[in-house]
């Protein structure tokens, strides 16, 4: 079950299927789906997802690739950044810096922790932290987020 913050003190749990909750922004994203993201907590002042780490993500030495790392951490951020819009608006990622730091290999699961540097009314900044298993750091990741007004 996953528990999601509304911006009200209030916290209500999500149970419905994935196809039922498309209204949910970047959470239900055919994108992250593909991927295998699990978002396991999100909330405007934290959000935290999970990768497994399939052979198709891996280069040579069954090692993770990069891009999923980046993957990761982009779908984490983007989720916090949406959970902080007005109503009818919505986010796009216009810059992302990544430092490696580790490897994952092939068979375990990555966990990224995204909490906002800065959240304004036009953009957001989210740093992301990728971690293995064993809590070692593998990647972090600051991003910013574009705010795009509703019509």
């Not at 935290?48 to 993770?64: K, N, Q």
């Not at 375990?108 to 064993?134: F, K, M, N, Y």
């Not at 593998?138 to 987020?145: H, S, V, Y």
Request: hydrophobic share 45%.
């Amino acid at each position: 079950m996953l528990h999601i913050e509304t911006q009200l003190p209030v916290t209500r749990a999500v149970s419905a299927p994935p196809e039922a909750l498309c209204g949910l922004g970047p959470l239900y994203q055919p994108f992250p789906q593909l991927l295998g993201i699990e978002v396991i907590e999100a909330a405007p002042a934290r959000v935290r997802a999970r990768l497994l780490v399939r052979p198709e993500f891996c280069r040579s030495g069954h090692m993770l690739h990069g891009g999923a790392i980046m993957a990761l951490a982009d779908v984490a951020a983007s989720v916090g950044a949406y959970l902080n819009l007005p109503e009818g608006a919505a986010t796009t990622t216009i810059e992302s810096k990544t430092n490696f730091m580790g490897p994952a290999s092939e068979g375990s699961t990555i966990e990224a922790e995204a909490t906002p540097l800065h959240v304004g009314r036009r953009s957001s900044v989210w740093q992301t932290r990728i971690t293995r298993e064993d809590g070692k750091l593998l990647a972090l990741i600051i991003q910013t987020q574009m705010v795009l007004e509703g019509e």
